[in-house]
């Protein structure tokens, strides 16, 4: 059974920092594309970051310059490092894979971790 995992949400002021850690664990053959996305109240699920097995990465306008995706796939792990927050920021935000087993293949989710911006 694939799972993901995310970790390392919480409250910061804004112009503050985290880091959030997204591990993929189970039945797992191969890792391609995965990503960040986030849902703030509201508003529907929208896409932060993605990054290839390869390493390419694709940013919404709205975080570009402030936000970094990176991961390592020898850990089947994916991260977004987030600089300068905002308020607006502040979201749900959830983690995207497509896990390859021995046969199939297919996209996951994560549970989501909640980042809240504020003074």
């Known amino acids: 059974q694939v799972q993901l995992v995310e970790s390392g949400g919480g409250l910061v002021q804004p112009g503050g920092s985290l880091r959030l850690s997204c591990a993929a664990s189970?039945?797992?053959?191969?890792?391609?594309?995965m990503g960040w996305y986030r849902r703030a109240p509201g508003k529907q699920r929208e896409l932060v970051a993605t990054?290839?097995?390869?390493?390419?990465?694709n940013y919404a306008d709205s975080v570009k310059g402030r936000f970094t995706i990176s991961r390592d796939n020898a850990r089947n792990t994916v991260y977004l490092q987030m600089n300068s927050l905002k308020p607006e920021d502040t979201a749900v935000y959830y983690c995207?894979?497509?896990?390859?087993?021995?046969?199939?293949?297919?996209?996951?989710w994560g549970q989501g971790t909640q980042v809240t911006v504020s003074s």
């Open positions: 189970g039945s797992i053959f191969r890792i391609n594309a």
């Open positions: 990054i290839t097995r390869g390493g390419s990465t």
């Open positions: 995207n894979a497509d896990i390859w087993g021995s046969t199939t293949g297919r996209n996951f």
